[in-house]
């Protein structure tokens, strides 16, 4: 809105290049994908706040479906079938084919994802692990298809999918199978975010632009006012219903942590305006999304710094750790660090037997009926089986390292040295 809606009167004002009310809009909706991969990088390197992770990374995946969403209905309600109704006709027209399109994903992606989960509760595939993979594949891919079918947003089916699939489905999967998927996917996104980037890259070299240098400034300036005026209002508001609060010094890190990635770059490829307004749009999205990751991604771990050594957080142990700017590393990392803020299932389940922990809102129905109709219980003897066959699995993995004539020769290498040096 503060994008799409400064444009246009900027535009109407004769300050920035002209744009129409539709192509503003569309405009400040794809500009709205944020992509923090180093911010994140660097909360995983300074060991911040787990909750302050796993808010900027929650705001992140659910925030890029969003914006596709967004960007589809603002072009698909100034289509030329559009031309004859109301403005007025066409904003709510607009506003209601979101809702849809949003509510209607999210439903097919959890129902196929809690489907998924009594399927693999009830039928024992747990000495199977292939066709255990083959058949969360099928899963996978059902909720894109199925959405995609009925004209609604397949990203987005598949987005709510994952994230109920990980909280029920993965705890019924055996441990081969869990290993399996988990590193599947995320060398499956991994190669796809790095075609992404390339694509990105050359981009900049294959793409005839046209820099409007007003636009760029004053997207610029849009971006991190409407930015503030959504985190801070957010923030205290969230505030008022929250246990763990979120501070001023969270607050400023996660409005300067909105980077702008590719998604952003890949929607304004995808906009059928006219060729002169297309590649003014491209070109200012292209610089917005260098200029973000240059500039506020660089300045990040600077302004924690300043921020800790302000803070009473200076004293806090930190883990040596290297930052790697890839979005799929971090997002694991983010996922993989969600036991830093909550407890285990096992401390969680004796904890409450103990009276010690008062759960309330969704944890207490999802600890007490949900959790028990979708997860399986796994006898003690299951569990050793589990355990066992990864043992094997790493039994042989060591037998075949240790039987290599690489490790061979190392061996007597260092054995020689050893008596050198005797």
């Not at 794809?30 to 992770?53: C, E, G, K, M, R």
């Not at 003014?280 to 506020?296: D, H, P, R, Y």
Request: aromatic share 12%; charged share 15%; glycine share 8%.
């Amino acid at each position: 809105l503060v994008v799409g809606g400064g444009v246009f009167l900027l535009g109407l004002a004769g300050l920035v290049y002209r744009l129409n009310f539709m192509q503003s809009f569309a405009f400040g909706s794809l500009i709205s994908a944020v992509d923090p991969v180093a911010t994140l990088a660097i909360f995983q390197a300074l060991d911040v706040d787990p909750v302050l992770n796993m808010l900027v990374f929650g705001e992140s995946i659910l925030n890029d479906a969003v914006a596709i969403v967004l960007t589809t209905t603002i072009i698909e309600s100034g289509g030329p079938d559009m031309e004859d109704v109301g403005f007025l006709s066409q904003m709510m027209g607009g506003i209601t084919r979101f809702f849809g399109v949003f509510f209607g994903s999210a439903a097919i992606g959890t129902l196929v994802a809690m489907t998924s989960s009594l399927v693999l509760k009830h039928i024992d595939l747990y000495t199977n692990p292939s066709l255990e993979f083959a058949l969360m594949l099928c899963f996978i891919y059902t909720p894109y298809a199925l959405a995609e079918g009925v004209h609604l947003s397949g990203i987005m089916a598949i987005l709510f999918c994952g994230v109920v699939m990980s909280h029920y489905t993965h705890y019924n999967l055996s441990p081969v199978t869990q290993i399996t998927m988990q590193q599947t996917m995320r060398t499956l996104a991994f190669v796809c975010e790095t075609s992404i980037f390339i694509y990105l890259g050359l981009g900049i070299f294959s793409f005839p632009h046209r820099v409007e240098l007003s636009l760029v400034v004053w997207s610029l300036v849009l971006i991190l006012l409407g930015r503030a005026l959504n985190i801070f209002p957010l923030s205290l508001l969230c505030n008022k219903f929250r246990s763990h609060q979120i501070t001023k010094r969270m607050m400023v890190i996660m409005w300067f942590s909105g980077l702008r990635g590719a998604i952003a770059y890949a929607l304004s490829l995808h906009l059928e305006f006219d060729e002169e307004t297309r590649t003014v749009l491209v070109t200012t999205t292209l610089i917005v999304v260098l200029f973000t990751t240059i500039v506020l991604g660089g300045g990040t771990m600077p302004l924690m710094k300043y921020l800790e050594s302000k803070g009473s957080s200076k004293n806090r142990r930190r883990r040596k750790k290297d930052i790697t700017l890839s979005k799929t590393c971090e997002f694991g990392s983010a996922i993989d660090s969600e036991h830093l803020s909550e407890l285990t299932e096992e401390e969680l389940e004796q904890s409450f037997a103990e009276g010690r922990t008062h759960l309330q809102g969704f944890m207490y129905w999802d600890y007490k009926f949900f959790r028990p109709f979708f997860v399986r219980k796994f006898s003690q003897q299951e569990l050793k089986d589990g355990k066992s066959h990864v043992a094997k699995l790493t039994d042989k993995w060591f037998q075949d390292i240790q039987s290599s004539p690489l490790i061979s020769d190392l061996s007597d290498m260092d054995i020689d040295l050893n008596i050198d040096q005797d």
